[in-house]
């Protein structure tokens, strides 16, 4: 199966997922002269071919899965060749034996790729084991658009949904807190006030929601805080998969809400993210219908609308500290919109070929962009002709996230993979991705955890069009 066909598909699928309204009618056959016979033998035969097309989808993923592998190790080979001196001895024993005989060419490539196989492939498991899935948030029966955590305690997270709801789970367990039920249409982001139980959701009911995200830890935390405790020396060797406390075993039923704090309207389109403003005191959002809006998070009044941008918005996200925002959009652009100037800068960046999925800002100066043209780029605010660093990749980029203290970016894609990089663009790893974890379907977003740390049991989160939420511990090692 073509590769390209395929993740078109997978796009096409993920934006009829975000429409506000669903329309799954249920089936109805046309009157028609075809026998009954006829039309169920049909039907049998087009069955027989989704399977075959089903069993051939999942032969694709596994030849991927196993052509990713080599080139990884390929890579690693590299890099011990450039900095081992044997290495580099070996490496030009080799070129000059290219120049006398093509049949001391092989025996010696053979010789060198199976003893530098043989030390990569215990490296490389061991940095698969080092990063893995210790929770697993599940609840949500559609795909699941974004995870964000919160900024102050109690630390939970928040998740957003093609079903149409938006929950809050208790981070320690993977319990069901909190499910908010106000939205008619796919909840397609949800994002925590900086300093108030409080939460907005954007939906493609082309609202936003304000909404009290209060909760209170369940009772049968206490008696789990041991076991939490026991799992913070986490080495990655000991342990291979940590499996998640069902919320129907631990029988604590969420809080249901219903209806928003305050609900701002005045988009024409599918609302498609919505962040705080430094301070959070206003709201801004973005939409398919081309503009961003501001709006008072007391009142819900629209202060301004934002225009520029040739085609749908995808995302928005707001400065922590600065009244700066950046807006990404399917006309390849993403744009800075400076609040702090009282005639409103605004700053296009022009440096990727198809959709801007995400972008966000990392160190105070640098904001961290992604593409469907399968790149992440790393510009800086004092000087935005050019990238700092072009970061390439094997699949689109969707809602990625940079860690608040080690400056680490988890990148998430159409293709199941989640990858590290530093700011630098020196690519840190891959999480594992197998039958026992990892995603099955695209990753949608990612999120790292504000108190990031070595020895946090959980600290970052990802979701995915396979409705997984998983927690994931990053073994990081410190910084020299």
């Known amino acids: 199966m073509d590769g390209t066909t395929k993740f078109k598909s997978k796009r096409a699928a993920k934006q009829r997922r975000h429409t506000s309204s669903e329309t799954r009618a249920s089936d109805v056959e046309a009157e028609g002269l075809l026998p009954h016979a006829r039309r169920s033998r049909l039907y049998n035969l087009f069955g027989q071919i989704e399977r075959e097309f089903e069993q051939l989808y999942a032969d694709n993923l596994a030849m991927q899965e196993k052509l990713e592998i080599l080139n990884d190790r390929l890579e690693q080979v590299t890099g011990t060749e450039k900095d081992a001196d044997d290495g580099m001895d070996g490496a030009q024993s080799i070129k000059q034996s290219v120049k006398k005989s093509g049949s001391q060419i092989s025996q010696k490539l053979k010789l060198t790729y199976k003893t530098s196989t043989s030390k990569i492939v215990s490296s490389f498991r061991a940095s698969t084991s080092a ?53 008619s249409g796919s909840v397609n982001s949800v994002r925590f006030h900086p300093t108030l139980d409080v939460a907005v959701s954007a939906s493609g009911d082309q609202t936003c929601h304000i909404w009290k995200a209060n909760i209170s830890a369940p009772q049968h935390v206490e008696n789990l805080k041991a076991l939490s405790s026991g799992e913070d020396d986490l080495d990655g060797s000991e342990k291979e998969y940590v499996e998640t406390v069902d919320s129907s075993d631990d029988r604590h039923e969420p809080t249901f809400i219903h209806q928003a704090m305050v609900e701002l309207q005045g988009h024409s389109g599918v609302v498609i993210a919505a962040d705080w403003m430094p301070g959070g005191s206003q709201v801004i959002s973005a939409s398919w219908d081309r503009t961003a809006n ?134 840190i790893g891959r999480l594992p991705n197998n039958k026992r974890q990892g995603h099955s379907r695209m990753v949608c977003a990612t999120a790292w955890a504000e108190d990031l740390s070595e020895t946090s049991v959980v600290n970052l989160f990802s979701c995915g069009f396979d409705r997984h939420v998983f927690g994931w511990h990053i073994n990081l090692l410190p910084k020299e």
């Not at 900024?151 to 499910?179: F, K, M, N, Y």
């Not at 009044?301 to 700066?324: F, P, W, Y």
């Open 131 to 183: 990063s893995q899935v210790v929770r697993d948030f599940r609840g949500h029966r559609d795909g699941v658009w974004e995870v964000t955590v919160s900024r102050t305690e109690p630390r939970v997270i928040a998740t957003a949904s093609a079903d149409h709801t938006a929950c809050i789970w208790w981070i320690q367990t993977g319990t069901c807190l909190l499910q908010y039920l106000g939205h």
């Open 294 to 427: 501001l709006y008072d998070a007391e009142t819900g009044e629209l202060i301004t609308t934002l225009t520029g941008h040739d085609q749908e918005l995808t995302n928005v996200c707001a400065h922590t500290s600065q009244k700066l925002v950046v807006t990404t959009s399917k006309d390849t652009t993403f744009r800075l919109w400076d609040f702090r100037d009282p005639s409103m800068k605004v700053n296009v960046f022009q440096g990727h070929t198809q959709h801007v999925t995400s972008a966000v800002f990392a160190g105070g100066d640098k904001v961290i962009s992604g593409s469907d043209d399968r790149t992440v780029k790393v510009w800086d605010l004092k000087n935005m002709r050019s990238p700092l660093t072009t970061i390439r990749t094997d699949s689109a980029v969707n809602r990625l996230s940079v860690s608040p203290h080690q400056n680490l970016m988890a990148i998430p894609h159409d293709n199941r993979h989640i990858r590290l990089y530093d700011l630098n663009g020196v690519r």
